[in-house]
């Protein structure tokens, strides 16, 4: 009997053991999934550091108008999130910023637009927070990078706007900024040396560089930068990819300013036709099959076109002789609008410059080719010389009073 005893006590401890040694795991694996987690966000925080600070050049507090100018400044690295908080004595002010470009109460960029982001990579932007009563004690800065905020910058040697630096005017915001039928928008002022970003009101469509061409090609253009091409064989283009949200089938419009430097020509280095933007396709001499759509000059003859073909031999076709003879080194507006089975148009400086109805096709075969900026988008061909600056595709005609709004904007 007093075995029996001995060995349930063994057991018994055992038991115990092993259950402690179960609960020691357990606890363990969590200890260690803890401490990864925290090891892991410490990791993205360290990689924050001195990258996310404040430019105290472009900081003040505008008393007459009850408005904090702020300034932020993002290195190499791409955050997801910003929080900037203003602190007072016995309350705060918090804006959170995305990757999108949104509508945030009480704040808005600089530049007078409502909608606005975190800065990119390598970049800063310039804010502007409304309804700040006093002067704020300190501001503070927590960007998001993994999921993970972290802290971040803090200003605390915050000084009033001097005359001349108050805050400029609200500006209304452009209608096309929250239309979701603007689906592709290449302003050239939103890059840096990854990409041209997309500024649509859904984004997400960016352009890589091409052919040597870099964020160092940007240059003063119609409205704020534009980016400069050499027009050489093999030369500069942007590849702003494929998705069917801008390759486009049914109705759209496509709209540029563009400063050319030179007329079609065989002549090296430059190469022949001059493309602005496109997802165009040509099957060759013999098939004389061609998809797809284009704004520019595809070939030699002095002749500027927008074009819409079905991959059937179906096309429209509106075309202007005029804007390399009389726009050459000059700024010149330029938009197409295709309306299915009805016509193609063609503006200069918002005004109808060419049209075609005549068995105009019902839709656009896509070619499945990236859409290009400065290139045809299928062969290497039709390089651009010169500028091309505020690069818009909406998926729907835009009327001649919208074409003309969007002109009136950029003259």
Same mark, same amino acid.
């Given at each position: 009997? =007093? =075995? +029996? +005893? /001995?060995? $349930?006590?063994?057991?018994a401890l055992m038991m115990l053991i092993l259950f402690a040694l179960l609960i020691a795991g357990i606890i363990w694996n969590?200890? =260690?999934k803890t401490i990864d987690e925290e090891l892991s966000e410490a990791k993205s925080c360290y990689d924050l550091l001195g990258k996310i600070v404040f430019n105290s050049e472009y900081i003040c507090y505008d008393s007459s108008g009850e408005k904090m100018h702020i300034s932020v400044e993002v290195g190499d690295i791409e955050i997801d999130g910003l929080f900037m908080v203003l602190s007072h004595e016995y309350s705060s002010d918090i804006f959170e910023l995305t990757n999108n470009w949104e509508i945030i109460e009480n704040l808005r960029n600089y530049n007078g637009t409502s909608e606005t982001k975190v800065p990119n990579k390598n970049s800063g932007l310039t804010y502007i927070a409304s309804n700040v009563a006093e002067m704020p004690l300190s501001i503070g800065l927590t960007p998001v990078l993994n999921g993970n905020r972290c802290a971040g910058d803090i200003f605390t040697n915050i000084e009033r706007c001097s005359p001349g630096?108050? $805050?400029p005017p609200e500006e209304?915001?452009?209608w096309y900024y929250t239309d979701s039928s603007l689906v592709g928008y290449w302003s050239m002022d939103n890059l840096d040396a990854s990409a041209v970003y997309d500024d649509s009101y859904l984004g997400g469509n960016d352009c890589t560089y091409n052919g040597g061409l870099g964020p160092e090609d940007a240059v003063t253009g119609r409205v704020g930068n534009a980016l400069e091409f050499t027009g050489e064989d093999n030369g500069p283009w942007l590849n702003c990819g494929n998705d069917p949200s801008i390759e486009m089938d049914d109705a759209f419009t496509v709209l540029a300013w563009i400063n050319p430097y030179s007329i079609p020509n065989t002549d090296p280095p430059l190469a022949e036709g001059r493309m602005v933007v496109n997802a165009y396709d040509y099957e060759g001499v013999g098939t004389d099959i061609h998809s797809g759509w284009y704004l520019g000059a595809v070939w030699t003859y002095n002749e500027f076109d927008f074009q819409v073909h079905d991959g059937e031999g179906g096309e429209g076709s509106a075309e202007n002789y005029d804007i390399f003879n009389d726009n050459l080194n000059n700024w010149v507006h330029v938009a197409g609008v295709f309306s299915p089975g009805n016509y193609a148009r063609l503006y200069v =400086? /918002?005004?109808e410059s060419g049209y075609d109805d005549s068995d105009v096709p019902t839709e656009v075969q896509v070619t499945g080719d $990236?859409?290009?900026?400065g290139r045809r988008s299928a062969e290497a061909q039709s390089y651009w010389h010169g500028l091309i600056d505020e690069v818009m595709i909406f998926d729907k005609e835009l009327t001649e009073a919208q074409i003309i709004s969007i002109y009136q904007e950029g003259a």
């Open positions: 009997m =007093n =075995n +029996k +005893k /001995g060995v $349930s006590a063994v057991i969590v200890l =260690n630096d108050e $805050s209304p915001l452009a =400086n /918002g005004a $990236s859409v290009t900026i």
